[in-house]
């Protein structure tokens, strides 16, 4: 096979350019520092990544259908402390658990119903239930963290077991990937964000597929903060917020998922999680400013913008050669 022609076919994987930094990112940390290749590190790099990646997951089919979910973050903080009050309240484990995930899904349910009867923008919409959703974490726990439960299999399949987050990031993502790019819903979501009028045209309900996102987005958050707060064995009602939501969204958009809507890949998005992880843990072996991360960041999501944007450009190009 001549050059040329693999070149072309590369050109059309959506995260090569991702892949090979976080790949380049591995290298460079693994030469300049000594403790970086272990076990240990490692596991910490995918305790990093874990909550990103699930988060992102939902926030890549949202921002494929134009919208964006800036309450995950609270979903995550909210999840943990409703799975304790059920569970401290008389009911099995399991089913506080599988409560506290209906409870996150409801709030995406609510979340996309504003959006799409009242034509409330999401910014503003999930910015609201953001802050209300605080507020609420903040009175239930009395603003203290609690124990997790313990001595369960239920918590050792959610977190409690080693590599347990991770495992759960990794099948999530491949199953909503599969949910994306092998499903009519995925070609809806996508359709839904490229050409709206053109969807609801088609017969796409449009709006349906908004709301089913956002209750994608809130129960992977609420499954991510479970997952977080059990494997270090306390619920913190400080933990999540903004922070988790921005690198999730991070890790979508440095993934390759398009702002405005019509294009993205779940893979990717792990993979931005993955990068994120690496140069946040690498910083921290090399004796780094935490300072420093927020420049690589912005300098990082500014750059994939710039890259992705370039891209869609030459695939268009090479697609309209092959054409001709």
């Known amino acids: 096979m001549s050059l040329r022609p693999m070149l072309l076919g590369a050109m059309h994987v959506k995260e090569l350019s991702i892949l090979l930094v976080t790949i380049a990112a591995g290298i460079y940390f693994t030469v300049t520092s000594d403790a970086f290749n272990s076990l240990d590190n490692y596991r910490t790099i995918a305790q990093y990544v874990a909550p990103w990646a699930i988060i992102a997951a939902g926030q890549v089919m949202l921002l494929i259908c134009g919208e964006i979910d800036l309450s995950a973050g609270f979903v995550f903080t909210l999840a943990p402390f409703t799975l ?35 034509g409330i923008p999401s910014f503003i919409t999930t910015l609201g239930m953001a802050f209300l959703l605080q507020g609420l974490v903040l009175i239930i726990s009395n603003a203290r963290p609690v124990a997790a439960p313990k001595d369960s299999w239920v918590v050792d399949v959610f977190g409690g077991a080693p590599w347990t987050e991770f495992l759960w990031a ?30 609801a045209e088609s017969g796409i309900g449009v709006n349906r597929v908004k709301v089913v996102n956002f209750a994608v987005t809130s129960t992977l958050a609420g499954i991510a903060g479970i997952l977080q707060g059990t494997r270090v064995g306390s619920y913190d009602p400080t933990n999540g917020g903004f922070t988790t939501m921005f ?12 702002l405005l809507g019509g294009s993205g890949t779940v893979v990717g998005a792990f993979l931005g999680a993955l990068l994120l992880g690496i140069v946040f843990d690498g910083f921290n072996l090399n004796g780094v400013s935490a300072n420093a991360f927020n420049v690589v960041l912005g300098a990082a999501i500014l750059l994939a913008m710039v890259l992705n944007v370039t891209l869609i450009v030459v695939r268009k190009r090479l697609g309209s050669r092959e054409l001709t």
Do not use: C, D, E, K
């Open 84 to 118: 304790m009050q059920l569970f401290v309240n008389g009911w099995p484990l399991w089913l506080a658990l599988l409560g506290a995930v209906v409870v996150s899904t409801v709030v995406g349910v609510v979340n996309g119903l504003i959006r799409t009867l009242l």
């Open 247 to 258: 690198f999730a969204v991070a890790s979508a958009v440095i993934g390759g998922t398009a």
């Open 170 to 199: 990794a099948g999530l993502v491949l199953v909503m990937q599969v949910v994306l790019s092998a499903t009519r819903f995925g070609i809806h979501t996508q359709a839904t964000g490229g050409n709206p009028v053109g969807a």
